[in-house]
Each structure stands twice: as C-alpha cells, then as structure tokens.
C-alpha cells in the first residue's frame, strides 16, 4: 500500500470509526508534450506521476448522503444524492462523479469518504482528475460495477465540464486513469485512442508555486478563441473536423483575428511535434529536448499562457549542462515547468535552482524527479 493510501485509511478511520472496503488511487500527470491540444482534438503525450490520490470508501447505512472527508483535518461536509450542488469547494470534484453515475441511472448508496493526496493542488499536474478518477474508481470497485478506463476517465471529464464548470479536454482524467510504468500515453482525442509508448526517462518537475485555478485563468477563454478559429477555417475548408486535423495553409488562408490565428498556429504546430516524439520514442530514441523547447516557445508567444516564473525557469534549466529541453507542463499560467536530461543533471539543476529562483523570483519553487507510473489501481 502506498503511503497516500495509508494515509487515506488512517483518515477514514480517524472520521468514521472502523475500516474502509475499499481504498483505491489515481496518479497525478505530466504532460511531455502536446499542451492545449485535447479540446483541439488533436494529440498528446502525457505520463501518470507518482504522485497520488488516494480514496477510501464504505457503504454506510441509511440515506443516500455521503459523508466526505479530505486530509482527516477540516471536518465532514455531507453530500445529499438528490441535491448535488457546484461548492465550489474540493467536493465538487466527486460530487460530479456522482452526479454523472446517478444520471447514468445507477442506484449509488450512501458512502463514507476519506481522501488523501500529495498531488499539489492548483500546479499544473491535475489533482482535480485524480481525485476524479480515484473516487469514481472506488466507487465502481465497491459496488462491483464494471469498469472501462477509458469510458470511466471520459465520464470524469464529463463531471468536470457538466458539474464543476470547467470546460476541459480528456488528457488528465486518461492520464490518471490508463497510466503505464515505464509508458508515455499517445493520446488522440477525435475520436478518443490511448496508446502506450515506450518511456523510460526521468523527468524533472519545477514547481513555481504560483498557484492558478482554470476557472479564474484564461482557459475558457482560449477554447472560444479556438472554435472560433475552427469555425473561420471551416467558412473555406468545411471537412475541417477539429483544429488540430487543419493545415497550417489553412490556418493562414483564413479569415479571422491574429490571436485566434496564433491559437490555431499553435494547435497545428504543437500536434505535429507531439508526432515527432512518437515516432522517436517508438525508435528507442531519447526525447527529442529541442521540441520541449519549440513547444514552450510556442505556448509563451502563439498561446500566450506562460507566466514570468515559468519562462525565468525554462531559460535557466536551458543554461544548465546536460539538460536538453525543458518546457511548462499543463495548462500554464502558473504551476510547473519539466526538464529533460540524465538523471545526474536533474539532480544538479534541482539542487541549484531553488535559490537562484527564490532570488529572481521572490519565494521558493518546489522540484520532484518523477518517472513514468501506473495510473488508477487498487490499493491493499
């Protein structure tokens, strides 16, 4: 049992008395590559971390309320099966679980719920969806229901967009929930495909502990920028089916404004770097460091969703020896940045970035080495 696992058992104990039936876990992730792609319909490259989320759950007697309870601190908030509310607190997250299972016309009890994490919120490596697919994972293992990892993370995203509000794509919830040692997920979202590609590299990950939340960030509002792009596309090219599937020919033929341009230019460019690592890394070659760094460019300038911190971060893993790219990772505006290199000069940069970041920067990052992991599995 890992130890996010143990600690959700020792929460669950702590809240409810007894022990749980069930304690389940989702990974966090880092996307390699292919930001901002998944709405787009286009491909990615993520891997699930070792960084967890963990679930415990039993049926409890009674109504059909649930009693949750996060880090065994802060009390239980309850949820009522039949009045499901956006919170806009951490409960959101399986209070959409279970509003998509009972609308799927399943007869889900009442539960008792401990939780337990070291995914840090708000940086980029999708807590929000492991807690998603950790709980609707439990959940199915509990009550014995079938489960279907792709169909179960596209029901998470679904709770996501529906529920909590965010219009995301599928990336994060398919990452927590198809993880693969050792494995990159290549990632096609129209239609939806999840293939594991061979990865055995280290990846550093560069917090900068500039927290954002995708409701209050620019999120939604690069995804109209892209549909609105599509849709000028399509005025000239109507078997356009998605964003990424267009040329770039296309992209500069059509009508519309330059930022909905550099949007689509991003789109377009950033699907095909995602192929060119596939197709090296299915060659048993290392990753390609140089489209780490066309990718971040491209987000900083096309996308506009860097931040000060994250471009200050990039540059000085650049500069540091032995390490070949670097990039933001997730939806940007914030949260982290990944390194690519031996796992010697990740530990290098590690240990001197954090002081020469607090004094450009003003405060501390944090830094994980983080490898290729499973993504939702039960925990003994």
Known sequence: MSSVAADARRHFTKSFGGEPTVVASAAGRVNLIGEHVDYNGGVALPIAIQRRTAVAVRVRDGARVSRLNSGGTGGVLTLDHAALVRRRKWTDYPSGVLDQLIGAGLDVPGLDVAVASDVPSGSGLSSSAALEVAFDFAVRSLLGLSIDRVAMALECQQAERQFVGVPCGAMDQLSASCGQQGHALHMQFDPVNVRPVPFRESVLVIDTALSRSLRVSAYAERVAECASALEAIRRDAPEVSSLAVATMAQVDGAAMRDVERRRARHVVAECARVRQVVLALAAGEPFPGDLAVASHESLRDDYDCSSRELDWTVAYALRQPGIKGARLTGAGW???????????????????????????????????????????????
């Open 334 to 380: 914030g949260g982290c940045a990944i390194a690519f290199g031996e796992v010697s000069a990740l530990q290098a940069l590690a240990k001197s970035l954090p002081a020469e970041y607090e004094k450009a920067i003003g405060h501390a990052p944090h830094t994980w080495v983080v490898s290729a992991d499973d993504g939702a599995r039960m925990e003994g």
